[in-house]
């Protein structure tokens, strides 16, 4: 079955795949794919160059499983996603020191500070138990990010989110905190006076009011009284600010003081207009909550911007650094969307992601700017049953030897409510729902769990980390989650690593010349 989907690009995809198929049946075809991948390996040397500027791909929630599933839904099964064409990989151990499954707090804590932590802390090490506000005010339990390293570096430093912008994957870049969840003061216990709320950190606090670009969701986490708007909705999951205080008021007069040259937007029209000549410090907060999920964003000039275009106007603004950058971008709705086992939003979200990383590569030169792109953590979507090449990902793989019922090419271990599989039929018996009856395609269809609690919830599993630019042959292995921190410091030569950036080049060099001569009498013998 060809694609039927116009969110991918169908009537592209059903050509390429009818001409894949046509010569898939020539065994020569698969020879020389084979002998065109080697002979591109054999040819590829190592790049050890400092690395003048870094930037990290975090795609909330992509496992192995929802890479492979978005790559089918965008292309086919030959096609890659932007970072599928990277030289370097390795494999990432997710697990905290003290779950097997991790939260993105912990998760993020290990990729930005290199060091593993509790599950649900932000910024802290193991010695900071979740919701410890006493522990985490002292600052030998901190752990600093690469935003702190890259400044004290002399670096402009940003980032960009779909979600808020105190949500747990980018609060470890500046915060230090016992409990994730205490974004704002509303959602902190009484005993809780002597710790600052994490909105209040990235405002007053270095490294957080030195960060040259924020740009994503969390007005009212940031802002006291907010009220909904037309395409933005108070979030009701999140922490709503009652102090009365309003942040973005006092980041801007933060500005003002230092005589920097700021902009705040909130819209794309807003963003649109930003005079990045004259802009050295942006904030951008689209959304009371999280932006909209990319199937239903308002795209006009007082909607919310995508991650391709606010990750293009953050790279505007941080390219004026001549001593170099730090960007991190995160994907986070693909999370969001897994969360409520719904496949088809967890896919676009990944391809919108891949639009981002394709928009960076064509702005950057690799030859001076590591570019990594990584997952916090799995999820728990799996890839089952023995689809027909051509099938849509999102449709139903075959009838199960069971029951006789149909069910999906990909479904959940766990659920919330909306993903029941059974029903109880007229003799009062228990029978899994047929999925062939609905649109599975559909961006609000819930796929069957097996498991069902509040929602679905997180894997265990591994995650993938990708790489191109200065020493990302670094990531060659199975490595420990909090590794990639320290390679970006390496690379950099920054933080622990300011005075060792360069010392083994003249051994890789060595290494890189040995190499070459190898691959050259590969290729002449051949």
Same mark, same amino acid.
């Given at each position: 079955?060809?694609?039927?989907?116009?969110?991918?690009?169908?009537?592209?995809?059903?050509?390429?795949?009818?001409?894949?198929?046509?010569?898939?049946?020539?065994?020569?075809?698969?020879?020389?794919?084979? #002998?065109?991948?080697?002979?591109?390996?054999?040819?590829?040397?190592?790049?050890?160059?400092?690395?003048?500027?870094?930037?990290?791909?975090?795609?909330?929630?992509?496992?192995?499983?929802?890479?492979?599933?978005?790559?089918?839904?965008?292309?086919?099964?030959?096609?890659?996603?932007?970072?599928?064409?990277?030289?370097?990989?390795?494999?990432?151990?997710?697990?905290?020191?003290?779950?097997?499954?991790?939260?993105?707090?912990?998760?993020?804590?290990?990729?930005?500070?290199?060091?593993?932590?509790?599950?649900?802390?932000?910024?802290?090490?193991?010695?900071?138990?979740?919701?410890?506000?006493?522990?985490?005010?002292?600052?030998?339990?901190? +752990?600093?990010?690469?935003?702190?390293?890259?400044?004290?570096?002399?670096?402009?430093?940003?980032?960009?989110?779909?979600?808020?912008?105190?949500?747990?994957?980018?609060?470890?870049?500046?915060?230090?905190?016992? #409990?994730?969840?205490?974004?704002?003061?509303?959602?902190?216990?009484?005993?809780?006076?002597?710790?600052?709320?994490?909105?209040?950190?990235?405002?007053?606090?270095?490294?957080?009011?030195?960060?040259?670009?924020?740009?994503?969701?969390?007005?009212?986490?940031?802002?006291?009284?907010?009220?909904?708007?037309?395409?933005?909705?108070?979030?009701?999951?999140?922490?709503?600010?009652?102090?009365?205080?309003?942040?973005?008021?006092?980041?801007?007069?933060?500005?003002?003081?230092?005589?920097?040259?700021?902009?705040?937007?909130?819209?794309?029209?807003?963003?649109?207009?930003?005079?990045?000549?004259? +802009?050295?410090?942006?904030?951008?907060?689209?959304?009371?909550?999280?932006?909209?999920?990319?199937?239903?964003?308002?795209?006009?000039?007082?909607?919310?911007?995508?991650?391709?275009?606010?990750?293009?106007?953050?790279?505007?603004?941080?390219?004026?650094?001549?001593?170099?950058?730090?960007?991190? *971008?995160?994907?986070?709705?693909?999370?969001?969307?897994?969360?409520?086992?719904?496949?088809?939003?967890?896919?676009?979200?990944?391809?919108?992601?891949?639009?981002?990383?394709?928009?960076?590569?064509?702005?950057?030169?690799?030859?001076?700017?590591? +570019?990594?792109?990584?997952?916090?953590?799995?999820? &728990?979507?799996?890839?089952?049953?023995?689809?027909?090449?051509?099938?849509?990902?999102?449709?139903?793989?075959?009838? &199960?030897?069971?029951?006789?019922?149909?069910?999906?090419?990909?479904?959940?271990?766990?659920?919330?409510?909306?993903? *029941?599989?059974?029903?109880? #039929?007229?003799?009062?018996?228990?029978?899994?729902?047929?999925?062939?009856?609905?649109?599975?395609?559909?961006?609000?269809?819930?796929?069957?769990?097996?498991?069902?609690?509040?929602?679905?919830?997180?894997?265990?599993?591994? +995650?993938?980390?990708?790489?191109?630019?200065?020493?990302?042959?670094?990531?060659?292995?199975?490595?420990?989650?909090?590794?990639?921190?320290? *390679?970006?410091?390496?690379?950099?030569?920054?933080?622990?690593?300011? #005075?060792?950036?360069?010392?083994?080049?003249?051994?890789?060099?060595?290494?890189?010349?040995?190499?070459? =001569?190898?691959?050259?009498? =590969?290729?002449?013998?051949?």
């Amino acid at each position: 079955m060809l694609c039927q989907d116009s969110k991918c690009g169908c009537d592209r995809r059903n050509k390429a795949i009818e001409r894949i198929v046509a010569s898939d049946a020539d065994s020569r075809h698969w020879h020389q794919l084979a #002998n065109k991948e080697l002979e591109e390996s054999l040819s590829y040397h190592w790049n050890v160059k400092k690395a003048k500027n870094v930037i990290l791909f975090v795609g909330d929630g992509m496992s192995p499983d929802t890479i492979t599933a978005s790559r089918i839904y965008r292309g086919g099964e030959t096609s890659r996603l932007a970072w599928e064409h990277f030289p370097h990989i390795g494999i990432l151990k997710t697990y905290t020191t003290d779950k097997q499954v991790p939260d993105s707090a912990s998760t993020a804590t290990a990729l930005f500070g290199g060091v593993k932590t509790n599950y649900e802390v932000v910024g802290v090490d193991m010695n900071v138990q979740l919701g410890d506000c006493e522990a985490s005010l002292n600052t030998n339990f901190h +752990v600093d990010s690469f935003i702190t390293w890259a400044q004290a570096a002399g670096k402009a430093t940003g980032f960009v989110t779909t979600t808020r912008v105190t949500h747990a994957t980018p609060a470890p870049l500046y915060a230090h905190c016992a #409990n994730r969840r205490w974004e704002c003061e509303a959602k902190m216990p009484k005993n809780t006076a002597a710790c600052k709320d994490i909105a209040r950190q990235l405002v007053e606090d270095e490294p957080g009011k030195n960060i040259r670009v924020i740009m994503g969701g969390g007005r009212q986490v940031m802002k006291s009284n907010v009220s909904a708007g037309e395409f933005d909705p108070i979030d009701t999951w999140a922490c709503y600010r009652q102090d009365g205080r309003d942040l973005i008021d006092e980041w801007m007069r933060d500005k003002s003081s230092r005589n920097l040259a700021y902009k705040v937007v909130q819209n794309n029209e807003e963003l649109s207009q930003v005079d990045i000549d004259n +802009v050295d410090y942006l904030l951008g907060i689209f959304a009371n909550g999280h932006i909209e999920m990319d199937w239903k964003r308002e795209r006009g000039p007082k909607g919310q911007p995508s991650l391709e275009e606010m990750t293009v106007a953050a790279l505007r603004i941080l390219q004026k650094s001549k001593q170099g950058y730090f960007l991190m *971008v995160e994907g986070g709705l693909i999370d969001y969307a897994h969360h409520r086992g719904r496949a088809a939003q967890a896919l676009l979200e990944t391809v919108r992601f891949s639009d981002a990383v394709n928009a960076t590569l064509r702005m950057i030169n690799s030859d001076d700017t590591l +570019v990594i792109v990584t997952s916090d953590h799995t999820h &728990s979507m799996s890839f089952n049953g023995y689809s027909p090449r051509g099938s849509s990902i999102l449709g139903i793989a075959q009838k &199960s030897k069971h029951d006789g019922i149909p069910y999906t090419t990909l479904s959940y271990s766990t659920g919330g409510p909306n993903n *029941v599989a059974y029903t109880v #039929n007229n003799d009062g018996q228990a029978v899994r729902i047929d999925p062939s009856k609905s649109n599975t395609s559909d961006f609000t269809y819930s796929q069957q769990a097996t498991i069902i609690s509040d929602e679905a919830y997180h894997g265990g599993g591994d +995650v993938a980390v990708y790489a191109i630019g200065p020493y990302a042959h670094l990531f060659h292995s199975v490595h420990e989650q909090n590794y990639v921190a320290h *390679v970006i410091a390496y690379a950099a030569g920054i933080g622990e690593y300011s #005075n060792n950036a360069g010392v083994s080049h003249h051994i890789l060099n060595a290494i890189l010349l040995y190499g070459t =001569l190898i691959s050259l009498t =590969l290729i002449a013998y051949k």
